[in-house]
């Protein structure tokens, strides 16, 4: 099994920044991406971010220009900076992992942006 530790998380205002981690431990080998997803009550969880082992990124078309992943493959650890938040992106905050086909899934940190 793949572990993901998340941290950084919290309450900001709008137009703040957080940066979240996200470290995986435990079985592994070759982890192929990694990235995050964000869940609000009620709503089906959406992607964010991805980024591949090799550098790759994709993200969600309302985060473009305002958050940037980035991976440290040594660590085997993932990172979001997000800039200019704005209320609409407080969610639930999910990493996850995918190695060998499967995915596996943080416990999910609260973001909240508010005045």
């Known amino acids: 099994q793949v572990q993901l530790v998340e941290s950084g998380g919290g309450l900001v205002q709008p137009g703040g920044s957080l940066r979240l981690s996200c470290a995986a431990s435990?079985?592994?080998?070759?982890?192929?991406?990694m990235g995050w997803y964000r869940q609000v009550p009620g709503k089906q969880r959406e992607l964010v971010a991805t980024?591949?082992?090799?550098?790759?990124?994709n993200y969600k078309d309302s985060v473009k220009g305002r958050f940037t992943i980035s991976r440290d493959n040594g660590k085997n650890t993932v990172y979001l900076q997000m800039n200019s938040l704005e209320p609409e992106d407080t969610a639930v905050y999910y990493c996850y992992a995918t190695q060998r086909g499967y995915s596996y899934w943080g416990q999910g940190t609260q973001v909240t942006v508010a005045s």
């Open positions: 435990g079985s592994i080998f070759s982890i192929s991406a």
């Open positions: 980024i591949t082992s090799g550098g790759t990124t």
